[in-house]
């Protein structure tokens, strides 16, 4: 059974995340604390040798995902569904320049955002980020090359910066 202290560690890591996945901070509380829930029910099920930062994300996105598929049947029934704009704390004074960068990423279609910041917030590799998101190792590389350009394009940095492929 895993200690609080196993999970505390990534409960940063994973708010970043879960923040990424909803765009939305009382929902990405919500999904950190049934995550964490989850993963204590079902520690006896982890793999051996699998990461603990990768099998939380992967927990999360599927979490994430029926979460959203309910939703969608639940409005489908119902109306028109919610606004998901991206909420961001009104600090304009201090960080004027971070918020119009959150605003590009947040705009990025959601392939794109989430391989973006598995890999240059969280610091997966490309193969954790495939096998958390269950998609070929090329289609990370893709999505990541195609989040980057689209960035450098709506802040006007025409000059690529290079990084070595992990």
């Known amino acids: 059974m895993p200690s609080r202290d196993t999970l505390g560690q990534e409960a940063d890591a994973m708010k970043r995340y879960a923040i990424t996945l909803t765009r939305n901070m009382d929902d990405a509380d919500d999904l950190v604390q049934d995550c964490m829930e989850r993963a204590l029910r079902k520690w006896t099920l982890r793999k051996a040798g699998v990461p603990l930062r990768g099998w939380l994300f992967t927990m999360m996105r599927n979490l994430h995902v029926d979460r959203w598929r309910r939703q969608k049947r639940q409005t489908a029934t119902q109306g028109d569904p919610e606004s998901t704009a991206p909420v961001l704390p009104p600090n304009q004074d201090d960080h004027v320049e971070l918020n119009k960068l959150l605003a590009h990423v947040m705009a990025l279609p959601d392939d794109q955002r989430?391989?973006?910041?598995?890999?240059?917030?969280?610091?997966?590799?490309?193969?954790?980020?495939?096998?958390?998101l269950g998609v070929p190792e090329g289609t990370v590389l893709s999505r990541v090359s195609r989040a980057r350009a689209a960035l450098r394009a709506a802040t006007g940095d025409a000059a690529p910066k290079l990084r070595s492929v992990k």
Do not use: H, N, Q
């Not at 391989?115 to 980020?129: D, H, K, M, N, R």
């Open 114 to 132: 989430i391989a973006l910041i598995l890999v240059s917030v969280e610091g997966f590799t490309y193969g954790e980020t495939a096998k958390t």
